[in-house]
């Protein structure tokens, strides 16, 4: 059984393409390929990227990524996103 998605773990083509700093082609074109896991939305035109699958294609390409929100600092982190949700759900 596959596992169960929130609305609020699913990104759009254009999120990730503005996050990662990519056009949307690019980024279609690795759902395409194979390299970002995606799922395709009813209709077939449309992709939405689960969470942790962009957190896992990101860190592969070497982009630290930060967390957002009102205490985030503005600036890259010595380690990969992932890593710093791992380490804070061992806390």
């Given at each position: 059984m596959p596992e169960r998605t929130t609305f609020e773990e699913l990104m759009t083509v254009g999120e990730v393409a503005e996050t990662l700093r990519y056009t949307e082609g690019t980024v279609r074109h690795w759902i395409r390929t194979g390299k970002l896991p995606a799922i395709q939305v009813t209709g077939g035109r449309e992709y939405r990227i689960r969470l942790p699958d962009f957190?896992?294609?990101?860190e592969g390409l070497g982009i630290p990524l930060r967390p957002a929100?009102?205490?985030?600092?503005?600036?890259?982190?010595?380690?990969?996103?992932?890593?710093q949700l791992r380490r804070?759900?061992?806390r």
């Open positions: 957190l896992a294609f990101a929100g009102p205490g985030a600092e503005a600036r890259l982190e010595d380690e990969p996103l992932s890593a804070s759900d061992e």
